[in-house]
């Protein structure tokens, strides 16, 4: 099965390029972000026509998650138990839950689609936010694991964090003055490794960004961030037989400013397909 993630930066505006990509590399399921669209907006039919189901999460024009498989999708779930709101200059415990989670289940893998809030910047209440948000979805996603350890798990999707030094090449980031790179988001990030989860990507693919800037000439200057990941449990990872980032749909007309990221799984043990099973005569 072939998995990816990718913050398209408006489905309606790319949708043929998203679609012509997943034909194109034989992608079984993509997690979108910044589909900024709400339900009765989104493009179904292209994807239907390609042989995809699509689930989503879209409340206006900003944020926004979605699924598309060409396997079914079960299990579908709305925003994790814990994810915080936020609304400004607000606060309290019933603040509007923002449109940046979805989780499905393929073929006996469970998949989550997210976007991290942005954080804005280290003096903003949506910084805390970011914070809070990653917090509560570790917690989520330690009991998720507890509670089922042998499920495949993989959380994918649009972080927000560049996590390594080697992930920064946009020389706007300053450390101590930027958000993306500041110590207690570097943490927050790490807090999902302590909880079961690896960056099954990086093993495969050591270097490379996701994200490229739209302004002051970056991608041609190849100054990016790592902010797109895949992390999956250890059931996940023992699964994960290739990786790849996809710089090249950075280039041409419209892009989105990311790019995609992909893992290839191979046949759960005991399936039809798997070749170890026992015969039968």
């Not at 709305?78 to 994810?83: N, Q």
């Not at 797109?228 to 037989?241: E, H, M």
């Amino acid at each position: 099965m072939r998995v990816a993630t990718w913050n398209v930066n408006s489905i309606r505006t790319r949708v043929a390029r998203v679609v012509d990509w997943m034909v194109r590399e034989d992608v079984d399921v993509l997690a979108m972000q910044e589909i900024k669209c709400k339900p009765e907006q989104f493009p179904y039919e292209a994807f239907e026509a390609a042989g995809y189901e699509v689930v989503l999460h879209g409340l206006n024009q900003w944020n926004g998650v979605a699924i598309a498989a060409r396997l079914p999708l079960e299990d579908v779930e709305i925003g994790f138990p814990d994810m915080p709101g936020f609304l400004k200059d607000h606060d309290g415990p019933d603040l509007p839950k923002e449109a940046r989670a979805i989780g499905a289940t393929v073929d006996g893998v469970r998949l989550w689609s997210l976007y991290v809030p942005n954080g804005r910047a280290l003096d903003d209440p949506h910084y805390v936010y970011k914070l809070d948000w990653l917090a509560a979805l570790a917690a989520d996603t330690q009991r998720w694991l507890s509670e089922n350890p042998d499920r495949p798990l993989a959380l994918m999707g649009d972080w927000n964090v560049a996590p390594l030094d080697s992930d920064v090449g946009d020389p706007s980031l300053v450390p101590g003055a930027s958000t993306h790179i500041s110590p207690p988001e570097r943490t927050a990030f790490a807090a999902f490794e302590k909880v079961g989860l690896t960056d099954v990507v990086r093993p495969i693919v050591p270097d490379g960004y996701t994200y490229w800037d739209y302004k002051q000439l970056r991608f041609p200057r190849n100054e990016g961030l790592r902010i797109d990941f895949i992390l999956g449990s250890a059931a996940f990872a023992d699964r994960v037989t290739d990786a790849s980032i996809h710089r090249n749909e950075r280039k041409g007309d419209a892009p989105s400013d990311h790019v995609p990221v992909l893992v290839e799984l191979s046949e759960a043990s005991g399936s039809e397909d798997d070749d170890d099973r026992p015969m039968i005569w």
